[in-house]
């Protein structure tokens, strides 16, 4: 029976959050219409309503869900603390039967000693697999909202359930144009801002320098054409400011150079490969 009200709870969860996605999408399409003067407002309000009710089933189901779930473990949890007192009880007859027994009599009570441990250790297991551990330490940074949603979901082994990053150490990847690529070396010094904190530096060393080159991403405005390689630096992130999936800028100290060097070196680059392929 416990078996069937978590199928069923299952079934009701995702019947409401298909339920609630065809709504949404509807809700979409009627902003749309409303935008554009084709439907009243009282019928825009009329599927905002609708997909309230939605969102609300799909909570009703997953507090169901949630409870069938408890109802489960607490039932693993009974059938143990039932097979332990059976087992002691066993164990005890086994005793008394050894003591003055026939031997097919010490041999049935053994037989089931050894089902009654068998079913212990598998509870056991049961129960040990209802927590997931992180092979590694760090703090897990999956929002909360999809942690929820993984409730009373069927996962394989190797599936991803949660993210999990070390944050005090942080690699951060740097995108250099493939033209000043040549005066970044391994071990040099970075100073990095974070968008989302500028008065804050963090300081690193260059770590690697990818092999390949890549096309420039569409949104990085400042590498107007050509491709950039990866540059990876590690920073110390104690105090845990920056957070996996963060974007700022980042300077590489690539030694000390003329102020007529500096204003020059496009135009010496340009004329230097350039012109050449001219001939």
């Not at 603390?81 to 026939?102: F, H, N, Q, Y």
């Not at 974070?194 to 400042?222: F, H, N, Q, W």
């Amino acid at each position: 029976m416990l078996d069937q009200r978590l199928a069923k709870a299952k079934a009701a969860v995702g019947k409401a959050t298909t339920r609630l996605e065809y709504k949404r999408n509807d809700l979409d399409r009627f902003k749309a219409m409303l935008d554009a003067g084709f439907i009243s407002r009282r019928e825009f309000d009329i599927a905002e309503e609708e997909k309230a009710v939605r969102e609300q089933e799909v909570e009703e189901a997953e507090a169901e869900l949630k409870m069938v779930l408890a109802d489960d473990l607490a039932e693993v949890r009974n059938r143990l603390a039932i097979a332990e007192k059976e087992l002691d009880e066993t164990k005890g007859r086994l005793t008394v039967l050894l003591a003055g027994s026939r031997q097919e009599e010490i041999e049935g009570a053994e037989a089931e000693l050894a089902r009654l441990t068998a079913q212990q250790v598998y509870l056991e297991e049961q129960l040990r697999l209802l927590t997931v551990r992180s092979p590694h330490a760090g703090m897990v940074t999956t929002p909360a909202l999809e942690l929820k949603q993984m409730i009373g979901k069927h996962v394989m082994k190797g599936d991803l359930i949660a993210e999990v990053h070390e944050l005090k150490t942080t690699t951060v990847e740097i995108m250099i144009s493939e033209q000043d690529i040549g005066d970044v070396q391994i071990g040099q010094s970075v100073v990095l801002k974070a968008r989302a904190y500028p008065l804050d530096s963090l300081v690193g060393k260059v770590t690697s320098i990818a092999t390949t080159a890549a096309a420039a991403a569409p949104e990085k405005e400042e590498i107007r054409e050509g491709k950039t390689v990866l540059v990876t630096t590690q920073v110390d992130n104690s105090s845990l400011l920056l957070k996996p999936e963060m974007s700022g800028y980042a300077k590489v100290f690539c030694g000390e150079r003329s102020i007529f060097e500096l204003i020059t070196r496009r135009i010496a680059r340009y004329i230097r490969i350039e012109f050449w392929s001219w001939w």
